[in-house]
C-alpha cells in the first residue's frame, strides 16, 4: 500500500478472482500491539485453500512492531491501516465498511485458523439456507490445546436469556446481515459482538452451525481477561433489546460466579489439569 499506513489502501494479495461458484470472501483481523502473535495469524490466513479472498487489517496505531510484520505480509494483505481507533467494535465497522467480499468473518491477532476455515464456512452458506454460519472453536493455553467448545445448533431457544454458544470468532456472515442488521455498536467494548448478534436474531436473520468450521482461540485475549464486564454488557444489550431483566440478570450472576472459579484454576494449574477440570464440568452438568 506504499509508504503510507494511515489510509487504506488495496493489493490483491495473489489469489484468485472470485467467480459465481467461488464468491469473495472478506476476512478482517483488527490488531493492537501483538507482535508477538500476529504473524501466526498471517501464516495462518496465507495457508488457506480458499482462493478468491480479500483480506483486511486494521490496525490500532500498534507501536510494538506490529505494524513491521504487517509491511512484510504486504503481499497476503488487501488493504490495511494503522491509525488510532475507538475500540474493538471501531476496528471492526473499519473493516466491514471497506470489505467487498459477500461473505465477511473475522480472526483476531491472538488466533489462528485451519487451512479450510474459509473453505467450509462458504461450503456451508452458499446455497442460500442460511444468513450467517458458524461452528466449534478449539482452545488453547501457551499453544497448547486444552478444550473444543461446541456450537450450539438450538441457540434460537436460548438468545432470549443469555449469549449461547455461538462461537462468535467462528462466525461467517452474508453481507446482505450487515446491511439489514447493522454495524457493530462501540458503546459496548468488550461485548459488541454478541449485542450485534442479538440485533441479527431479532431482524429475522437465520443462522446455522456446521461441525466441520473450526477456529483455534487462544485463551487471555480481551474478552477473557474481562468476562465480567463482557457478561454485564450481553445482559445490558439483551434488556435493550426487550428480554426479560429478572431471568437474563439471573443467568449473567451465575456466569460470573462460574467464570470467577474458572479463572482461578486456569491461572493456577497446568493446561492439563485445566483440560481435565472442564472435562468433568461437561460430564456432571446437563
Partial sequence: MGGNVNQFGFRPGGRHAPSADRPLYTLITIVRNAAETIEKTLRSVERQTYPAIEYIVVDAASTDGTVDILRRYEYLISHWCSEPDKGHADGQNKGVAIATGQFIGFVYADDWLPDDFVEKSVAALVDGRFDFVFGDMDYYVGGEFVFTIRGDGDYRRRITYRAPTMNYPTLTAHRRVFEGAGLFDPAYRVAPDYEWL????????????????????????????????ATVEVARALCELGANPVRVWAYAGLKIAFHTVDDLIRNHSSPAFYAWVRRLRKAVTP
Fill in 198 to 229: 442479538f440485533r441479527v436474531h431479532k431482524a429475522g436473520f437465520q443462522g446455522g452451525y456446521d461441525p466441520a468450521v473450526r477456529y483455534h482461540f487462544a485463551l487471555g485475549g480481551n474478552s477473557t481477561q474481562h468476562i465480567t464486564r
